[in-house]
């Protein structure tokens, strides 16, 4: 058969396997997330700080007219972080439970992060993490990047938050 007569004949897409994802500085990791779990990417705005909060949860600030509580993944991972909003970006999260009361909330970055479109043959080497709210770790080259557990981070800013109520 000609190419002419394979014209109407769905092709396999090699992009099928591709996930379009975020490549997200912090300041001493990189994140790795599905575009989809991040709503927007905005400006640093200094969180209003509640008082009794863990030092991972920052405050809140107003997004879409609504109040958002602004986390540090890093220090909630147990990982030592300098305080530096030069550069800095809130990166707002959607709710990966959706009957909670936490439908968004914002983690601060170190900069603006980059679109790639992922795929599995793309890791050179993966590695379980230990530290709460991190699922494991890649090696893609010479850079690595962290896949967060959402659902844990969201489940103990949910209870800090219930906690403070």
């Known amino acids: 058969m000609t190419d002419q007569g394979q014209a109407g004949i769905a092709q396999p897409d090699d992009d099928q396997d591709r996930i379009r994802s975020l490549w997200i500085p912090l300041r001493e990791i990189n994140l790795l997330l599905p575009n989809l779990a991040v709503a927007e990417i905005g400006s640093y705005r200094v969180p209003e700080a509640r008082s009794g909060m863990p030092d991972w949860l920052l405050g809140m600030v107003k997004w879409r007219q609504q109040p958002i509580p602004v986390i540090s993944l890093e220090t909630l991972c147990g990982l030592d972080t300098v ?43 993966i590695e379980a993490c230990t530290e709460d709210g991190l699922h494991c770790v890649l090696r893609i ?19 800090q938050l219930a906690r403070a109520a």
């Open 83 to 125: 305080s530096n909003p030069v550069f800095s970006r809130l990166m707002v999260v959607n709710s990966v439970r959706p009957a909670s009361p936490v439908q968004h909330y914002a983690i601060v970055t170190a900069g603006l992060p980059g679109l790639i479109q992922f795929d599995a043959g793309m890791v050179d080497d």
């Open 141 to 159: 080259g010479n850079e690595y990047a962290f896949i967060p557990d959402l659902d844990q981070v969201q489940e103990r800013l949910e209870q």
